[in-house]
């Protein structure tokens, strides 16, 4: 019996009141909400008012945010009003894209893991011969995060290098090159693809390459095809183990047998993630 009379609290009339979620203390509620994703988290913050409240303690958003949030919050949100955020909002602003390095490069976290994106555009790459308008032309598109992307019909030698110096997280990342097979534009409102300058890339294949300023090295090779469709090319993997080192991650992509020409090729972009996180750009 005293266990059933416990596990409720009666009123006047002597009718047992249920607990009700809204009855949990905040505190406990926050502690709850902390083992839980972002999305679940704003889920049950729907719920009533006090997981509302609850959901807002700063301890729970630092404990989504990377390590040195700090460096990154210093890099992507240059107002003063930053200063002044909780974190469940400095979460939020890092979950949208966020210009740095003189709006050269995007960065923002992941809104369900807060792993690390960073994006650097085809105009901050080192691409050869792109100042030849014979070879290389700036096409403007919606299909690219940055409304440009770099193209050339017929090439001998390609080579296409960037790299980033930054403080990374812990963990494993991974690097991408985002290339398509052809020029694509709307015509009528429609999509369509022009594959005539598509040549060479079944002859030789494309070596992508990655080196870190502590000595990590990869490299792979990769035929290029899926003409008409933007593809994500794993250039390799490094290890980051200290969020206080500042890390230069260099990445490259090379066809450089001159014995054939290649063309019809589209250079957007290179994404650098966690290697955690679901690759959808």
């Not at 409304?147 to 997280?169: C, K, M, R, S």
Request: glycine share 8%.
């Amino acid at each position: 019996m005293g266990g059933s009379f416990s596990s409720c609290v009666c009123d006047g009339d002597a009718t047992p009141l249920r607990p009700r979620l809204g009855d949990l203390p905040e505190s406990c509620v926050a502690l709850m909400l902390m083992y839980l994703d972002p999305p679940d988290i704003c889920k049950l913050a729907r719920l009533n008012k006090a997981f509302r409240d609850a959901s807002l303690a700063d301890f729970i958003w630092e404990s989504k945010l990377p390590l040195n949030y700090k460096f990154i919050v210093e890099k992507a949100l240059k107002d003063a009003s930053a200063e002044k955020l909780g974190k469940k909002d400095i979460y939020a602003r890092l979950c949208r894209p966020n210009l740095y390095d003189n709006g050269t490069k995007e960065i923002w976290l992941d809104k369900g893991t807060g792993g690390l994106w960073l994006a650097i555009p085809s105009k901050a790459l080192r691409i050869t011969g792109i100042d030849d308008r014979r070879y290389w032309s700036r096409i403007s598109t919606e299909e690219s995060r940055f409304h440009t992307v770099a193209y050339f019909q017929q090439i001998w030698w390609l080579e296409v290098e960037g790299d980033v110096d930054f403080q990374f997280p812990p963990g494993t990342y991974s690097v991408f090159f985002r290339l398509q097979l052809g020029r694509s534009s709307k015509r009528l409102g429609r999509r369509v693809c022009k594959s005539d300058h598509i040549h060479g890339w079944d002859i030789k294949p494309v070596k992508f390459q990655l080196t870190t300023s502590d000595g990590q090295h990869a490299v792979s090779k990769t035929h290029l095809d899926n003409h008409g469709h933007w593809v994500l090319y794993h250039a390799g993997n490094f290890v980051s183990k200290n969020p206080n080192d500042l890390m230069k991650v260099k990445f490259s992509l090379a066809q450089i047998d001159c014995t054939h020409t290649k063309g019809g090729l589209s250079v957007d972009s290179v994404f650098i993630c966690n290697s955690d996180v679901k690759q959808e750009v």
